[in-house]
């Protein structure tokens, strides 16, 4: 990757307000919605993905992490160990330590990916309106993400009530399919007994 300064068109001395002001400017320039239709929206997803590296790039070395370089594609799954704790306390229904988990990661390094699953843990403890927001930073942040597109509209088609790769609200459900298979196995356990 070349120089994310550079890709951001601040210098290394900036700060991290200068930072993030030119990073907002550069998504919201181009954003996909803008080349909707366009001739030039490969260029501007091209264009979109460096913007999104040199970000999470620039966020790795000022947390003293070094460059990150070949670690993200998109800035969606940086944060690697952390993240896929988290992720792996979300599917076991473990939410409250996966958001102690994501609560620890400094301001300052929460990407794409963090607001993702902020969003995920939120909507699975009933609080709509908050995961919403985490989910629209998230897909402002990383637009390519389908992962996180896919969940937001899920979310407001009403359709994230189903479970969702792990990520859905918590459901009890029953239907005649499953009172249909206990009947086979009382069965099968009753024509066992003779």
Known sequence: MSDPYKVLGVSSSATDDEIKKAYRALVK??????????????????????INQAYDEIQKIRAGGGSSSGNSS???????????????????????????????????????EWHFLKGVILY???????????????????????????????????????????????QATCDVCDLCQAMMCLNCLCNGCR
């Open 74 to 112: 998109s800035g969606s799954h940086s944060g690697g160990a952390e993240m896929s704790r988290v992720r792996q306390l979300i599917n076991a229904g473990r939410g409250n330590e996966a958001e102690i988990l994501l609560n620890r990661i400094p301001v300052g390094e929460r990407t794409a």
């Open 29 to 50: 320039q181009y954003h996909p919605d803008n080349y909707a239709n366009n001739p030039l929206a490969d260029l501007a997803a091209e264009k979109m993905k460096e």
């Open 124 to 170: 699975r403890n009933g609080w709509v309106q908050d995961a919403r927001s985490e989910i629209e930073n998230a897909c402002r942040m990383d637009p390519y993400n389908n992962e996180y597109r896919a969940f937001q509209q899920r979310m407001s088609s009403g359709a994230a009530q189903s479970p969702y790769g792990g990520y859905g609200a918590p």
